[in-house]
């Protein structure tokens, strides 16, 4: 399984829009152009991106702000992070702005228009990717066991991603999901991905097999999911450091992310560590599920009763007879399981009538 880096290039003006696409597209880059504030902010929600560069001013932004700075603060707001790496491209380059770019937004590098040159300019952008990205887009990936990317990625929920505006964000996290094992495995030539509990074909949690140059690695088990979910696991993990099953020390190989995921890579021994906590998870389903049958069953049954106290107060002034014709009526619709309670119940509301 093979890829392309991506970028989005955010530039106004058709000349450097037709010189940076086609050299970086040279270069083997897939290049998508934004000319504008909201073609960007669209793009930005539509696909994955490994590297924007970014023109500081926009034309439709120059009479407010500096838009490029403004696309900064929204990449942020979207929650993708160091997920996408940023490059600034000006002619209008101040200290000041390039102080904030490199702080505030963690941009990878800042290069002025005006002294550009194309070799260091392609330099810039395959450093980038070496150094801040490391994407093994040449990995060889294998599924295995009825696994795939596309039941792996429909394992994660996407309500808990929070990308408001995206039209195909199950397509998004199928190529993020590649991208991920991509860089977890930036080393390795190829990957064997096994499902832990055979037959499960939409987990969250695999068991990997790398190999390297020809050479089979230790197998690791890799979690991944929304990440904010991972990062927290991974801070939780690393607050509560040693974990030991069966006396081997579980450990944490690697954590990476894309805009939207996250994945931690664990030893081998962390299979039984996390086995005993999905056994966990699943009895705690099991009894909320309990929980929700017994006050299912409370509320069919009050609201049973309730029916019957209405139709009992309706019939009343009836004969005897009408009341009991309607209590049968009412009692074929409860389950078997509730129908002698009902029947004491309406007996007991209808002795008054009995009496009488």
């Not at 937004?105 to 005006?114: G, R």
């Not at 064997?192 to 695999?206: D, F, K, S, T």
Request: glycine share 6%; charged share 25%; net charge negative.
């Amino acid at each position: 399984m093979t890829g392309r880096g991506r970028i989005l290039y955010i530039e106004d003006e058709r000349t450097w829009q037709d010189l940076v696409e086609k050299i970086l597209a040279q270069d083997g880059f897939q290049v998508d152009v934004a000319s504008s504030f909201d073609v960007a902010i669209r793009k930005l929600k539509e696909a994955l991106y490994h590297l924007a560069i970014i023109d500081i001013r926009l034309l439709d932004y120059e009479a407010s702000d500096v838009s490029g700075m403004h696309i900064l603060d929204t990449i942020d707001e979207l929650g993708f992070g160091d997920g996408i790496e940023k490059m600034m491209m000006t002619a209008y380059a101040t200290t000041e702005r390039i102080r904030k770019a490199f702080k505030r937004y963690n941009v990878a590098d800042f290069i002025t228009k005006d002294a550009l040159e194309l070799s260091e300019f392609r330099k810039v952008v395959r450093e980038i990717f070496e150094r801040r990205v490391q994407a093994n887009f040449g990995l060889e990936i294998n599924p295995t066991g009825g696994l795939s990317f596309e039941n792996m990625a429909a394992a994660i929920p996407v309500e808990s991603l929070q990308l408001p505006g995206s039209s195909n964000l199950v397509t998004r996290v199928r190529d993020e999901l590649v991208d991920l094992f991509q860089r977890l495995f930036y080393s390795a030539q190829a990957i064997v991905i096994h499902p832990i509990i055979p037959g499960q074909r939409a987990p969250r949690l695999v068991k990997v097999e790398p190999a390297y140059e020809g050479e089979r690695g230790e197998s690791v088990i890799v979690k991944f999911g929304g990440y904010c979910e991972i990062e927290a696991e991974y801070r939780e993990f690393k607050a509560t450091q040693p974990r030991l099953i069966n006396g081997r020390p579980v450990t944490i190989h690697n954590l990476r992310r894309t805009p939207l995921l996250g994945g931690i890579v664990y030893d081998q021994a962390s299979s039984e560590y996390h086995l005993a906590r999905l056994l966990k998870d699943f009895e705690t389903l099991l009894q909320e599920r309990e929980q929700i049958l017994t006050t299912l069953s409370e509320v069919e049954r009050t609201a049973q009763l309730g029916q019957l106290a209405l139709d009992i107060a309706h019939e009343i002034l009836q004969p005897v007879h009408g009341i009991l014709l309607l209590a049968e009526q009412s009692l074929k619709k409860a389950d078997q399981s509730v129908r002698e309670q009902n029947l004491a119940a309406i007996m007991s509301e209808a002795k008054p009538v009995f009496d009488t």
